[in-house]
């Protein structure tokens, strides 16, 4: 299996890969608490671990992963940076692939709290408008949403991905007891619902899906399917910064994200604009 890891590749070897394929997954985390159980890193390592497997299978490079988020729960080893301070170091990273010769990024975010999704497709957007870059930037479950996975936070889904891509670094007996609440975690109860299996089903899709959407991507040369894709990644980005959390419970977000990572460009557009009219 051919080297993904950017930082492991040679410069010909680097040159090689970049002509062939030009995608580059970027990932971005955190470190937060995510129960007792789970590692603190949960997000950071998740988030590499599907885009290094999604550029197995689709081709491509994959950065070092990004740590610093912005917000977290205000529990113990978890970090917070300043929502400008994330936007600003995006924006870089998203020009220097450019820079260097990428022609897609995959910006994959493990952490998902509403201001971090926002300002990476806003640093994203931003990029897009200014370079030709295709960047599609993403918390993972945008891609399985139809499977019934729109974020959690340490629970059912985030516990189970965790269980199956590092299966040494969850302890289930470090949990709560059954009867007592489980602080900081956010969702369906991990001690009930998640499971290996859950997790093996869900990264398995991710990565299917990832890499179909890396590949449509390089291979959309159409300057009008382009402007489409960042016309509705706007959108989206609108949606977020005006409705917040709140468009989370609206089914036609759902609707346009799905169109949205499948290239229905057209649909994508029309469900998001139902929201934002």
């Not at 019934?148 to 040494?168: C, I, M, N, V």
């Amino acid at each position: 299996m051919s080297e993904v890891r950017w930082e492991k590749l040679r410069p010909r070897d680097m040159e090689k890969r970049v002509n062939e394929f030009p995608v580059v997954y970027v990932p971005f985390g955190s470190l937060e608490w995510h129960g007792y159980h789970n590692p603190l890193g949960l997000d950071t390592i998740k988030a590499r671990a599907l885009c290094l497997r999604s550029a197995e299978k689709s081709g491509g490079i994959v950065t070092p992963a990004t740590y610093w988020p912005i917000g977290g729960l205000l529990h113990p080893w978890t970090v917070r940076m300043s929502e400008e301070m994330v936007h600003d170091l995006a924006v870089a990273i998203f020009q220097q692939m450019a820079h260097v010769g990428f022609k897609v990024v995959i910006a994959l975010t493990g952490h998902y709290g509403i201001e971090q999704v926002y300002h990476i497709k806003k640093s994203a957007l931003e990029v897009m408008y200014q370079t030709g870059l295709s960047i599609y930037a993403l918390p993972e479950y945008e891609v399985v949403a139809d499977e019934g996975y729109r974020g959690d936070h340490a629970a059912k889904w985030e516990t189970s991905l965790t269980q199956y891509l590092f299966p040494d670094l969850v302890d289930m007996n470090e949990a709560e007891a059954p009867d007592i609440p489980m602080d900081g975690v956010g969702g369906e109860d991990p001690r009930i619902h998640a499971s290996k299996e859950l997790g093996e089903k869900t990264a398995e899709l991710i990565i299917e899906r990832l890499a179909l959407v890396a590949n449509r991507l390089v291979n959309e040369t159409s300057a009008r399917e382009r402007s489409k894709f960042i016309s509705a990644s706007d959108l989206h980005c609108q949606i977020i910064n005006k409705f917040s959390w709140g468009c989370l419970g609206n089914e036609s977000y759902w609707h346009g994200i799905t169109a949205l990572w499948k290239g229905n460009y057209d649909e994508a557009l029309g469900a998001f604009n139902k929201i934002i009219q």
